[in-house]
């Protein structure tokens, strides 16, 4: 009976600028995908061939999922190329105020996914100027006003 080299604390597999790193290992194992994107990545650290086990480290197990994320959120932009708002996520009020200030013709007791469909449809008509839009947008949350509130459209 000798299993005290297994439950002794495993120290992460990986080798980073070709120094073992001397972080615990959690759950996570470096498995011939993570391996694949680490050299997809050309992120800098590689498997020690004289590590016993695959396990590696919290630290390394984030850098593997951001590198993830990012390939995974680039493809996506590729797809669509307008982002996606959920407009479902609006509350009906807002949606409303939206209606009025853009003038869209509704008909009267629209259900809320009638009006998100001809809202949606005007909004992806809408041209953005970008920058000046980030520019009022950070006055109006400095100066903690509301065009709407100050100045509304039609008074329902
Ligand atoms: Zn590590």
């Known amino acids: 009976m000798s299993t005290d ?3 002794k604390i495993e120290i992460c ?3 980073e600028n070709s120094e073992r790193c001397k972080r615990v290992s959690g759950n996570a194992s470096f498995n011939f995908r993570v391996q694949k994107l680490v050299e997809q990545r050309k992120l800098k650290f590689s498997l020690d061939q ?5 396990y590696i480290c919290d630290f390394h197990k984030n ?6 994320n990012k390939r995974k959120r680039k493809d996506s932009d590729e797809e669509n190329e307008s982002p996606e708002v959920e407009l479902s ?5 807002t949606l409303r105020r939206y209606k009025r200030y853009y003038r869209i013709p509704t008909r009267p007791g629209m259900s809320k996914s009638q009006l ?3 809202i949606s449809k005007h909004f ?8 000046e839009t980030i520019t009022y947008f950070i006055y109006m949350v400095k100066t903690q006003r ?11």
């Open 13 to 15: 597999c990986l080798l």
């Open 50 to 54: 004289n590590a016993r086990h695959r």
């Open 63 to 68: 850098i593997i999922k951001k590198a993830r």
């Open 89 to 93: 996520q609006l509350q009906i009020a």
């Open 124 to 131: 992806k008509g809408i041209s953005v100027p970008e920058k």
């Open 146 to 156: 509301s065009k709407f509130d100050q100045h509304p459209i039609d008074a329902a």
């Open 5 to 7: 080299k297994e439950t």
């Open 116 to 118: 998100i469909e001809s």
